[in-house]
């Protein structure tokens, strides 16, 4: 069943993170299906301009629409990931999607502010909640490159302003983290001290963190081993997802790790298959390596035994 943001945030503030996971085709979507049914766990489907060009937006679309009926037990939004304002717009009009992100973090406060503000208004009209972004992340995102020397934690000060006067509904607030599998170089650094003032500010008003992949390094080993090249690959530790919960971030996005997943299932099984040149095999065993992996990062989140909670709240 697709729902909003609002009632998924609505039901998780304070206590626990809603993972909101990217997909691209179908093995991923199938995979992230059943991991959330075996985890028992409501989730977020984020899609990206990228993924709705990969493969054609419809495309994407149809197998969402599909897999709502393949397995009707599961509770989730539908995003769009990093929208710039014509894309959202074009998913507003869509009428499939449930959320969309407008990122205008690059852009000075008021033109951001008028930017969110605008997709807010036409979101709205149509029953859709909007995602902002103040502040900016390190590390290659699709439209805007921000170099870590340059990369802005959100101000606090200013959180309060930004959501009243552009109307969002959710808040990407830049506390540390990084997009991609390299995200620290010398100790790792969540601004905490950060997300407690947004806090402060924001009371009851949900948080979004983006770039938290954890890459975990028994993951990054195994690529290595067969074949791959990620030496230094670092991400967030994914035990102080709860604390964040706590402080007011309801939602968690996670993509490299997926990407990892994919990337040591097939490295392996290619290596260790030479002879193989068929894609179900394979496909099959990415499909359950993904909802595994799914299910454990719900845990991680505190969102893996929610559904049934969730259910009767709506
Ligand atoms: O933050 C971006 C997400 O990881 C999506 O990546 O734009 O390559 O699809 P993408
Ligand atoms: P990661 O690159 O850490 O998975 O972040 C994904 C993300 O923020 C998608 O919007
Ligand atoms: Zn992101």
């Not at 790792?188 to 008003?205: A, W």
């Not at 392996?268 to 095999?281: A, G, I, Q, W």
Request: net charge negative; with cysteine.
């Amino acid at each position: 069943m697709i729902v909003t943001t609002e009632k998924l945030f609505k039901a998780a503030y304070g206590k626990y993170a809603i993972g909101a996971y990217n997909i691209n085709n179908l093995e991923q979507t199938m995979g992230l299906f059943q991991g959330n049914l075996d985890s028992k766990a409501p989730f977020i489907i984020q899609i990206s301009k990228g993924a709705r060009l990969y493969s054609h937006k419809k495309m994407l679309e149809a197998i969402i629409k599909q897999a709502d009926e393949v397995f009707p037990d599961a509770i989730f939004a539908v995003h769009l990931d990093h929208g710039d304002e014509a894309t959202c717009y074009d998913c507003i009009e869509s009428g499939f999607y449930s959320s969309v992100m407008i990122d205008a973090s690059h852009e000075d406060f008021d033109t951001n502010i008028a930017f969110t503000r605008r997709v807010v208004d036409a979101a709205h009209a149509r029953g859709i909640v909007v995602e902002a972004e103040l502040g900016q992340l390190g590390g290659v995102e699709e439209h805007v490159q921000v170099s870590e020397a340059e990369a802005k934690l959100t101000d606090p000060k200013k959180a309060r302003e930004f959501v009243q006067r552009s109307g969002c509904d959710s808040l990407a607030v830049a506390i540390g983290t990084s997009h991609g599998a390299f995200k620290f170089k010398g100790s790792q650094s969540l601004h905490f001290d950060v997300l407690e003032q947004i806090q402060k500010e924001l009371p009851g008003f949900p948080l979004v963190m983006h770039g938290s992949s954890s890459v975990p390094q028994d993951e990054v080993a195994r690529i290595n081993a067969a074949g791959g090249n990620m030496a230094g690959a670092r991400g967030v530790d994914a035990g102080q997802f709860k604390r964040a919960a706590e402080l007011g971030v309801t939602k968690i996005n996670i993509d490299t790790d997926g990407r990892l997943v994919w990337t040591r299932v097939h490295r392996e099984y290619f290596r260790d298959h030479p002879e193989v040149f068929d894609f179900r095999p394979i496909g099959k065993v990415f499909m359950q390596e993904y909802a595994k992996f799914i299910a454990q990062k719900n845990e991680y989140l505190g969102a893996a035994g929610q559904l049934d909670i969730i259910r009767k709240m709506l």
